[in-house]
């Protein structure tokens, strides 16, 4: 692929030139490899979950794991590099968004992939659609919602990571195993003890490093195998349309949008953030240009099998740790991101991990993401009563789901797909009891910048 030449005013050349910057080839490569060490974790537990959850093969969760790095690789490559109208041509990567797991679990499980993959395309052409009109819309996502919604979808995965450890069935003799439990435990306690004690790179791996070990021990303890990891071929991929032609249902499009409206928001922070860290200023057509890539990813997903997929934030903390702010080491992520896809032994390794050591992982990935939704709502005025009728009802009703999974089922069919979404359900509560308690809102404040 071809690298465009940034279409910036003559004004903004010299804040673009850190970010032009050329190095070194092995400089470069080496910082590349860096930064997908940095995001691998989060590009791979997004497929290992929602297959997982789906109860698919361990051979179907492996091609779902290199059709995922695949995807993330083009949509990274179009990110950094930039390809006509698509990517913000900043060190930003693109990955399966977690955001995405419930509305694919929840229309996965009641109306088959092939609908999951019909939401995916449609959701994904509407997001290419509106990049450019997208400012009209932030106005219905001040931070009272934004941050009710991020919080809500942190708390409406934590049971996903929970079943993962325990498993997915109460009545099975190793339901809640004690060496499940414990393999669980395990990778936790390690996550935290290398978060504390390691420094740099190796602290921001901590997720990556636990991963690892405990899959270790969870091999050698007899819970899961890597005997079927050479199995099949070397290289190859997922065809299109495995699963079969794409299905449309309005009830599962529906409930996919809302996800994308909410991570448009989120990529606009995202946009907005990278632009503080390195320097150059970040405008509408950049914005626009970021979110066409994650919604082009989005629309591929529909015939290749992959997910919903965003401009990942946790690379930007590196940036600022490093003060590399080059784009073309993130080039390189999206070469070796397509490249660990292609080998398939690579997504059969991932999917042998230990489904407990995969709980533990995205219970502290999703507890991460309700983090961040709180923080978001901590610069939300509580004195005024409106906002704390906005998060206190849309959290309530929308964790309803969570904890009485079949409320909703003596409804119609239309209703019941939506209402079981706790996150589509509390994000039109917010964005509806917002517009009734603060009909003009005042102009949306721009987002901090992502640290990590």
Not at 4 to 20: E, F, L, Q, T
Not at 126 to 141: D, E, H, I, M, T
Not at 372 to 400: H, K, P, Y
Request: hydrophobic fraction near 55%.
């Amino acid at each position: 692929m071809t690298l465009d030449k940034p279409d910036r005013p003559a004004a903004a050349a010299g804040a673009r030139s850190a970010v032009d910057e050329r190095m070194p080839f092995w400089h470069t490569v080496l910082l590349g490899l860096q930064h997908t060490l940095v995001m691998y974790a989060g590009a791979v537990v997004v497929p290992i979950v929602v297959g997982t959850a789906l109860g698919l093969d361990a051979d179907r969760i492996a091609d779902l794991v290199s059709i995922d790095l695949v995807l993330a690789g083009v949509g990274t490559l179009l990110q950094a590099g930039g390809l006509w109208r698509f990517g913000i041509r900043m060190p930003l990567v693109v990955g399966a968004a977690s955001s995405g797991i419930v509305p694919m679990i929840a229309v996965g499980q009641s109306r088959g992939l092939p609908t999951v993959y019909g939401s995916l395309l449609v959701a994904g052409a509407v997001w290419v659609l509106v990049a450019p009109y997208f400012s009209l819309l932030l106005r219905l996502f001040p931070e009272v919602v934004t941050g009710t919604v991020i919080t809500l979808i942190g708390l409406t995965l934590i049971p996903v990571g929970i079943r993962l450890v325990a498993g997915s069935d109460p009545g099975a003799g190793d339901y809640g195993g004690l060496g499940r439990l414990a393999l669980a435990a395990a990778t936790m306690a390690l996550m935290v003890v290398f978060r504390r004690m390691l420094r740099g790179l190796l602290g921001q791996l901590s997720i990556l490093l636990a991963l690892v070990a405990g899959a270790v021990a969870g091999w050698a303890s007899g819970i899961g195998s890597l005997a079927h990891v050479g199995d099949g071929p070397v290289v190859g991929l997922m065809g299109p349309m495995h699963f079969g032609a794409p299905r449309f249902d309005l009830p599962s499009v529906l409930l996919f949008l809302v996800i994308v409206f909410v991570l448009m928001v989120e990529g606009s922070g995202q946009g907005l953030a990278v632009g503080r860290v390195v320097g150059t200023p970040v405008g509408p057509g950049d914005i626009a240009r970021l979110l066409r890539v994650d919604g082009l990813m989005t629309l591929c997903s529909g015939f290749c099998n992959g997910f919903v997929y965003t401009t990942f934030g946790q690379n930007i903390g590196l940036i600022a740790l490093t003060r590399v702010r080059s784009r073309y080491p993130v080039v390189v992520v999206g070469v070796l991101l397509i490249g660990c896809g292609v080998l398939q032994p690579v997504g059969r390794v991932a999917a042998a991990i230990p489904s407990p050591v995969i709980g533990a992982a995205a219970i502290m990935t999703f507890g991460a993401l309700t983090v961040s939704g709180i923080q978001i709502l901590a610069r939300v005025d509580f004195e005024s009563s409106a906002n704390l009728t906005i998060v206190m009802l849309s959290l309530g009703v929308g964790l309803v789901p969570a904890f009485a999974p079949h409320v909703y089922r003596q409804l119609p069919d239309f209703a019941e797909m939506f209402l079981d979404s706790g996150v589509a359900t509390g994000t039109l509560l917010a964005i509806g009891l917002n517009a009734v308690f603060h009909p003009r809102p005042a102009p949306l404040a721009e987002p901090e910048p992502s640290t990590g």
